[in-house]
Each structure stands twice: as structure tokens, then as C-alpha cells.
């Protein structure tokens, strides 16, 4: 019967152990695919970068906030993250890889950009990132979490992928929670589902 019991209890605190991470989303399943994300969601101001390559990284002039939309690109990839998340850090590297390959393919790196927002960061802590994980391609802060309620209060790491159509607009067309399975794998699906052609 002790034995019994003492079995019990362990499941017991093991399955509200999992609960509980579930609820905070440090466990949960990637969730991938075509997005019926509202565009509205994401029109939202950032601040213009600090640093000069990534302004011109992005094609945006200095000193002046800027949505999404105003990025030169045809796609824009948009990682929301938090510096406390444990995925996040490990992902981080994954992240650095797709960066690394856009850049890398002389036809890609002009039409795909990269951008992560960490929700409920402060511009210290998004430092404190960027520093810890190498992080080449821009980030900005949530601090107050006014963007990450606007698009939902997904969980972290979230991708967005949008296509933009000029004069400012964009569609949403892709939208997943969870880890990347392989950076090559993807982009490969983003490039697909933007209609992007890229010779290898």
C-alpha cells in the first residue's frame, strides 16, 4: 500500500510538474503552416536601429520608426523570443543558421530579411541576448509586451513570414510556434510557401 501510494504521488508531481510548463509554454509542440494571421495584427511601429548596418540592412533611413511593411524586401521573417525563455536560447543558434543561409545566397539575401522582437525585454536584456547568442540580424524591444498583445501573446520562439505587396502592405503567410527542425528545412518551406525561385 506505501509503495502504492509513494507511486501515486510521484505521477502526481510529475504530471503537475508538465502542467505547468505547458501552461508557461516552456513545452509545446511546433505548430507550422498557412496562416490565417490578420495582416492588422502586425501593423505596428518599431523604432529605427541603432546601428547603421542594420538600418541599411533592413533600407530604412535613420532616426525614423518604421512597420514592417516599409522593409526592402519581398519577405520578412519576424521571430518573437524573450531572453528568459529556454527554447529561445536554444534555438538561438538555429535562427543564426537561417540567417547565415539567406545571407549567403546572392540571390536570396536582398529578398528575405530577418528580425526578432523580445517580448517583455527590455533593451538591455534584448542586448543581453543579441551579446550571448551572436546575434547578426536586428533585434528590438517589447518592454511593456504592447506588440506581443497585439499579435496574440503568442508563445516563444513564434515565426512570422510575411510577403510584402508594396505601398506599405503585407500579407501574413505563415505563422508557427515551436523549434525548427533544421534551418535548411525551414527556409526551403518559407521560400515554397513565399513563391520565391532561387536558384541553389
Given at each position: 500500500?506505501?509503495?502504492l ?6 505521477s502526481?508531481?510529475?504530471?503537475s510538474v ?12 511546433p ?9 492588422g ?9 541603432d546601428?547603421?548596418?542594420?538600418r541599411?540592412?533592413?533600407?530604412l533611413?535613420?532616426d ?11 519577405v ?9 525563455c529556454p527554447v ?11 540567417f ?18 523580445g ?11 543579441r551579446e ?16 506581443h ?10 515565426f512570422?513570414c ?15 510556434t ?8 525551414f527556409?526551403?518551406i ?11
Amino acid at each position: 500500500m506505501r509503495c502504492l501510494i509513494h507511486h501515486n504521488r510521484i505521477s502526481w508531481i510529475r504530471w503537475s510538474v508538465f502542467a505547468f510548463l505547458l501552461i508557461s509554454g516552456h513545452i509545446f509542440s511546433p505548430v507550422p503552416g498557412f496562416s490565417e494571421e490578420p495582416a492588422g495584427r502586425l501593423d505596428f511601429l518599431l523604432p529605427a536601429p541603432d546601428k547603421a548596418d542594420h538600418r541599411q540592412y533592413l533600407g530604412l533611413p535613420p532616426d525614423q520608426p518604421f512597420s514592417l511593411g516599409q522593409v526592402k524586401a519581398r519577405v520578412v521573417i519576424v521571430e518573437i523570443f524573450s531572453m528568459y525563455c529556454p527554447v529561445c536560447q536554444r534555438e538561438a543558434e538555429k535562427v543564426n543558421a537561417v540567417f547565415r543561409l539567406i545571407q549567403s545566397r546572392p540571390g536570396l539575401k536582398d529578398k528575405v530579411k530577418l528580425i526578432g522582437i523580445g517580448a517583455g525585454n527590455s533593451a538591455y536584456e534584448v542586448d543581453f541576448f543579441r551579446e550571448k547568442y551572436s546575434i547578426e540580424f536586428p533585434l528590438f524591444s517589447d518592454t511593456d509586451f504592447s506588440i506581443h498583445k497585439k499579435i496574440g501573446e503568442v508563445r516563444t520562439p513564434h515565426f512570422f513570414c510575411l510577403s510584402l505587396e508594396g505601398n506599405n502592405r503585407f500579407s501574413v503567410f505563415y505563422s508557427g510556434t515551436g523549434v525548427i527542425e533544421t534551418p535548411e528545412a525551414f527556409l526551403d518551406i518559407l521560400l515554397k510557401d513565399s513563391g520565391i525561385q532561387v536558384t541553389p
